[in-house]
């Protein structure tokens, strides 16, 4: 698998045909202590990745004290559930991924916040394709070798994901559904950086993850790449068939991370941050860096990342509908 050439001008053709904040109040505001990004996923996973990218240019480009704090638990939702009760004054921000913000709602009787009505949306950062995964002992090197090796062997195939109604676990369900169902075994983790010594040794055959995660491993020989979950081919990794090519027609399952504050937040606040974030996105050189990671930069208004929200919380509720997802 490789990196595109043409994912810059990709990047570049999506984020500046993205439409601009409303000017109005932006400038009006700037932050008088740290300006906190909680990130609700350990280091190292995709999530905390780009926001210590956007902490340390908003740093440089803006002038802000920026401090990422982890605080990894419930698949995001402990950390937002931890902003959602934050002072709304544009000091407390979230990066959330689709889980805390779309998925884990309709998972969680008692999440502690609703996305809809918690939160003020900033706007898009990123689209995040997940690639299907394999440990380098798996004895498939593509899509349909792997769909007769977990039929001929029913409930020996292992795959891992970050926890429990995750969005890997989502997207392996739904997987294994439009495969005509699969019968393999999850074994939960508490993030993505633990399944890899397992996948390594081959007591885990497979994963889903962001390619943000998976292609350093890819590039380096450690993990096998097979598709993207993507309704067609990205990009970022020309090379990569997406899993739609393989009998399963209309698969398409990405994540995304946005930039949220509480509700309440001032608007010239939520204009001045989405401003600030639009203009460091756009930046060629942190293009290409989000690019060389598997980020698809996608920005918006704040009016259009809360019509998303609302509509990928409708989208992952009938995935979990439909595939019967339920926490242990």
Do not use: C
Not at 33 to 46: E, T
Not at 173 to 179: H, T
Not at 232 to 249: C, I, Q, V, Y
């Amino acid at each position: 698998m490789r990196l595109g050439r043409r994912s810059l001008a990709t990047l570049g053709a999506a984020t500046l045909a993205a439409p601009k904040v409303n000017a109005q109040g932006v400038g009006e505001w700037s932050p008088t202590r740290p300006i906190r990004i909680l990130v609700g996923f350990p280091p190292g996973q995709a999530t905390d990745t780009i926001a210590r990218l956007l902490a340390e240019k908003l740093t440089e480009q803006a002038g802000w004290q920026v401090v990422i704090e982890n605080r990894p638990g419930q698949g995001g939702s402990l950390a937002a559930a931890q902003a959602a009760q934050a002072t709304p004054d544009g000091h407390t921000l979230l990066l959330s991924a689709t889980a805390p913000l779309a998925t884990n709602p309709n998972l969680y009787r008692n999440i502690g916040y609703d996305p809809a009505r918690d939160f003020a949306a900033i706007t898009l950062v990123a689209n995040l394709p997940f690639i299907l995964a394999l440990a380098p002992q798996v004895p498939a090197n593509t899509v349909p070798e792997l769909l007769a090796l977990i039929r001929a062997n029913p409930g020996q195939v292992t795959f891992g994901t970050p926890g429990n109604g995750t969005t890997a676990h989502l997207i392996t369900a739904m997987f294994a559904r439009a495969a005509g169902g699969l019968d393999m075994v999850h074994v939960p983790y508490r993030g993505s950086a633990q399944i890899l010594p397992d996948m390594l040794a081959g007591r885990v055959q497979l994963m889903f993850d962001t390619a943000v995660f998976i292609a350093p491993h890819v590039q380096a020989g450690r993990l096998k790449a097979l598709a993207v979950t993507t309704l067609n081919r990205t990009a970022l990794m020309p090379d990569l068939p997406a899993l739609s090519e393989f009998g399963m027609p209309g698969f398409d399952a990405a994540a995304w991370l946005g930039m949220v504050a509480p509700t309440g937040t001032p608007r010239p606040a939520v204009e001045r941050i989405a401003g600030e974030l639009h203009r460091i996105v756009r930046t060629p050189a942190v293009a290409e860096r989000l690019g060389g990671m598997g980020a698809e930069v996608m920005t918006n208004t704040p009016e259009q990342f809360q019509a998303h929200i609302a509509s990928e919380l409708a989208k992952w509720g009938r995935a979990v509908r439909d595939n019967n997802v339920q926490l242990d």
